[in-house]
């Protein structure tokens, strides 16, 4: 199985700030790889797809870029109602993995 | 707008049974592959397993954790998914999520049940 990694586990930060989210699998998934966005009691929401394309709906201050086994989620300025957890998946092979979750959290 | 609506969660005992249906409306049910994900209380999701449509073979994989236990099922005459889960164990406890497939190229779930709370304990 692939084994995908987060980094960080949390972060805090305060509304304007960029936040950088890694993923990392353990082998080459080229760009299948998909971001989540799961708030408490809530079930998860996709922002991107195939490691870069923005979901239909999703504010633009989201974007996805990596290849191969390096990706990075990116809130160019951080909201209110971004603070959640994310989580990566790939989709390259079967079973389709998820990273453990980066919570985001107000400083 | 597609609407996921789980129901059939509940309280069983270690070594029990249960089925979650998790009935789909607004969109072309027959030709979605469909995932379910579950996520422990307080941890990660885990994908579960998936079942293409059955015009891409109705074929279904599996998590190695349910791999034999679980099943998935789908009735697309009444636009419906299913997950019979056997054998069930106390780590299986958790919430349990149906999912649609964006699409069958990149594999992202754009669309979500509520989520259907299964208790595993004696």
């Known amino acids: 199985d692939i084994q995908m990694t987060q980094s960080p586990s949390s972060l805090s930060a305060s509304v304007g700030d960029r936040v950088t989210i890694t993923c990392r699998a353990s082998?080459?998934?080229?760009?299948?790889l998909i971001w989540y966005q799961q708030k408490p009691g809530r079930a998860p929401k996709l922002l991107i797809h195939a490691a870069t394309s923005l979901q239909s709906g999703v504010p633009s201050r989201f974007s996805g870029s990596g290849s191969g086994t390096d990706f990075t989620l990116t809130i160019s300025s951080l909201q209110p109602e971004d603070f959640a957890t994310y989580y990566c998946q790939q989709t390259y092979s079967i079973p389709h993995t998820f990273g453990q979750g980066t919570k985001v959290e107000i400083k | 707008e597609v609407q996921l609506v789980e129901s059939g969660g509940g309280l069983v005992k270690p070594g029990g049974s249960l089925r979650l249906s998790c009935a789909a409306s607004g969109s072309t049910f027959s030709v979605d592959w469909m995932n379910w994900v579950r996520q422990a209380p307080g941890k990660g999701l885990e994908w579960v397993g998936r079942i293409k449509s059955t015009g891409g073979g109705g074929t279904t994989d599996y998590a190695a954790p349910v791999k034999g236990r679980f099943t998935i099922s789908r009735d697309d005459s009444i636009e419906t998914l299913y997950l019979q889960m056997n054998s069930l164990k106390i780590e299986d406890t958790a919430v349990y999520y149906c999912?649609?497939?964006?699409?069958?190229?990149?594999?992202?779930?754009?669309?979500w049940g509520q989520g259907a709370l299964v208790t595993v304990s004696s």
């Open positions: 082998q080459s998934i080229d760009r299948f």
């Open positions: 999912a649609k497939v964006r699409d069958p190229y990149t594999f992202g779930l754009d669309y």
